[in-house]
């Protein structure tokens, strides 16, 4: 049995075989313009580590961008080789399932990207609420600011964990909102 790989070499006028004719091909500006609008929704996984937020492998001190959204949910980790359960959020801690933790993912862009933060369990309960209600006494939202977000160490009496540390950089004004000026794009 052979190997044999796709030729992933550029076919030119100049190197196609005797014979054979490049096709005329024209796609059109609106698929384009579909292309990069979906290239704007992938959105990158990430998580808080020791030291910074961990994106693909590479570890940043911070990642700034406007928040786009939030989604508050309750998951389960049943045992060994059993996929995570998840379900809607409760407001009240004593209505949540035993097994279960309160969870968020904060989605932020970040310059051109999206960047999907997962909290875990101090970070959606404790800091996220903190920094929500703090913009609001300000009259504003999560999405009319340029927000920073680190990771920081916590120690408790018997364990440590990665909590989240959220930072307004600065207001955005109504043009800003529409093109999310950060000037931060992580080289993913």
Do not use: H
């Not at 006028?13 to 292309?35: H, K, N, Q, R």
């Not at 209600?133 to 977000?149: F, N």
Request: charged content about 25%; aromatic content about 6%; proline content about 7%.
């Amino acid at each position: 049995m052979t190997n044999e790989t796709q030729n992933t070499e550029l076919t030119t006028p100049e190197t196609l075989p005797e014979g054979y004719e490049l096709m005329p091909v024209e796609i059109s500006d609106a698929t384009l313009d579909d292309l990069s609008e979906m290239a704007k929704r992938i959105t990158t996984m990430a998580k808080l580590v020791e030291g910074g937020i961990e994106i693909d492998g590479t570890t940043y001190g911070d990642i700034t961008g406007r928040i786009t959204g939030v989604k508050i949910y309750l998951i389960s980790f049943p045992g060994e080789g059993q996929p995570p359960e998840i379900i809607g959020n409760v407001i009240d801690d004593d209505d949540i399932p035993e097994g279960f933790s309160r969870r968020a993912d904060v989605t932020i862009q970040c310059g051109s990207q999206l960047v999907q933060l997962k909290l875990p369990p101090y970070s959606t309960n404790y800091i996220l609420p903190k920094y929500v209600t703090a913009l609001a006494d300000e009259g504003l939202r999560p999405e009319d600011v340029v927000t920073r977000v680190t990771s920081e160490r916590k120690r408790g009496k018997n364990m440590q964990w990665n909590a989240a540390k959220f930072a307004t950089v600065k207001v955005l004004n109504p043009s800003d909102k529409q093109t999310c000026k950060t000037e931060n794009d992580i080289p993913l």
